[in-house]
């Protein structure tokens, strides 16, 4: 049996915001090792015939004073018996600066999404397929990977610009649910200027962040298209 997905544009408001926010039921984010949003497991699978989209914005700033922006929306759908499933998952890393508008040191940014769905089968196969781009005014050495699931990052992708990779996987369900953990590790080499940025899913540049003063916003004022790391169950 095969399951396809249609690939829709997700569309969110950027907001380089103090701390994070993130509409969440069903994801959680750790950044680093450390879980900023959610339990970070998979203790709240996606029920059945469901359909959730959730939007996220947090801040990170490391030991050596390099802040980042981690902006994006994760969208979990599910049939009647959890045999059709889809997640997609739409974010930016974007560098902020050190505090005091200078370029940044050789730093590394793990990323890590976690949701589970409920199911009735026995075992599944999935594909698993993501776009991104390395934009301009990374540090050269920069890079990115990402897994669409499991703890082998595809990549490095190093070369300036857009990359794509596709590949398949089976596994079988924990307690009647399948657990996904969708991962990327932006490496941003010493020299990256602010503002640069390594985008997750799509092949186009990544867009500049707005600061906002509230919180982030899904609709209403300028909408803006990024990313999409996203796998499909067959």
Aim: glycine share 12%; with cysteine.
């Amino acid at each position: 049996m095969s399951i396809s997905r249609a690939v829709l544009p997700l569309f969110f408001l950027l907001g380089a915001l103090p701390g994070h926010s993130f509409a969440s039921t069903y994801n959680s984010v750790q950044v680093n090792g450390m879980c900023k949003i959610g339990t970070c497991d998979y203790t709240n699978p996606v029920p059945f015939s469901n359909s959730a989209t959730e939007s996220f914005s947090l801040t990170t700033t490391l030991g050596n004073g390099d802040m980042f922006l981690i902006a994006g929306t994760a969208d979990a759908n599910s049939n009647s018996n959890g045999s059709t499933l889809s997640e997609g998952v739409d974010y930016q890393v974007t560098y902020l600066g050190d505090g005091s508008g200078g370029t940044s040191l050789a730093d590394t940014i793990d990323v890590n999404l976690f949701v589970a769905f409920e199911t009735t089968l026995s075992s599944g196969n999935f594909d698993a397929g993501a776009l991104g781009y390395l934009g301009s005014g990374l540090g050269t050495g920069s890079s990115a990977k990402y897994t669409g699931y499991g703890p082998t990052l595809q990549g490095p992708f190093t070369t300036p610009g857009s990359f794509n990779g596709n590949y398949s996987y089976s596994m079988p369900p924990v307690s009647n649910a399948y657990d996904f953990e969708i991962s990327s590790q932006s490496v941003f080499a010493a020299g990256s200027a602010v503002d640069s940025a390594i985008v997750y899913g799509a092949q186009n540049a990544p867009v500049t962040p707005t600061p906002e003063p509230a919180t982030l916003a899904l609709l209403g004022g300028a909408l803006i298209v990024i990313a999409r790391l996203r796998w499909r169950h067959r």
